[in-house]
């Protein structure tokens, strides 16, 4: 600061008796020097909806929100939350329904889910690398059964075997569906003579020719396996 200062010149004068006499008179300048001084430091008050950071900061730079934000959410406006991807509202409390629109980029199926999405394919098909395009499921390979040489010739005698014993019961039934009153020398003697053992007889006849008859079809179904194979 500046200041004024003091300074005591020298200079001559005449005294009595005609003498030259030497004296002192006071001029004064302006001179400087360093002042430390204690200065107390304002405290602004901060404007509604705003606060500072912490007790040493000096701006008010930190948003209020009165109802917190949510989902990792973060308050950057006072009563306004800027929010992460998947969620919107003041708060962040609301989740965005990604499957709504049309930039999910599912090819098929969109599942919305909590603060995202995720794609998903229909039956037959399975989800792709990128997780959003859809490819067909590819059927597993059928194991070959039997080989193109020798099953084939067997499974016609078998065929040929069954087909014979099929018809062998089909006349036995003929004869024990008879009236029940004729004698049936066909039938066997251990069955009784009375119409229900009959009965009962001709029933188990039947089963016997249905399960001949599915294990026909079932070598019917191989044997057509085989000619596939034979023209592959």
């Not at 499921?137 to 065929?159: C, D, I, N, W, Y």
Request: proline share 7%.
């Amino acid at each position: 600061e500046s200041h004024v200062q003091p300074v005591y010149q020298p200079y001559l004068t005449t005294c009595q008796g005609h003498r030259l006499c030497s004296t002192y008179r006071t001029i004064y300048r302006v001179a400087y020097r360093h002042v430390y001084r204690q200065l107390s430091q304002p405290a602004a008050s901060c404007c509604p909806g705003w606060s500072r950071a912490n007790s040493h900061a000096l701006s008010c730079n930190r948003a209020l929100c009165w109802v917190p934000c949510q989902n990792g959410g973060s308050c950057t406006f006072p009563g306004r939350c800027a929010c992460l991807p998947g969620w919107t509202g003041r708060a962040c409390q609301t989740d965005v329904d990604e499957c709504a629109g049309q930039n999910h980029g599912c090819h098929q199926l969109c599942i919305n889910m909590a603060g995202s999405y995720r794609c998903a394919c229909r039956d037959g098909f399975s989800l792709a690398a990128d997780n959003k395009a859809c490819q067909p499921l590819v059927p597993a390979p059928r194991p070959e059964t039997f080989s193109q040489a020798g099953p084939p010739s067997e499974m016609k005698e078998e065929m040929k075997d069954l087909k014979s014993r099929v018809e062998a019961l089909e006349q036995k039934l003929q004869l024990v569906l008879a009236p029940f009153h004729n004698l049936m020398p066909s039938v066997p003697e251990d069955v009784g003579a009375d119409p229900i053992s009959r009965l009962s007889h001709s029933l188990q006849q039947l089963d016997r020719i249905d399960s001949l008859s599915e294990q026909i079809s079932f070598l019917e179904e191989r044997l057509e396996t085989c000619k596939c194979l034979e023209k592959a």
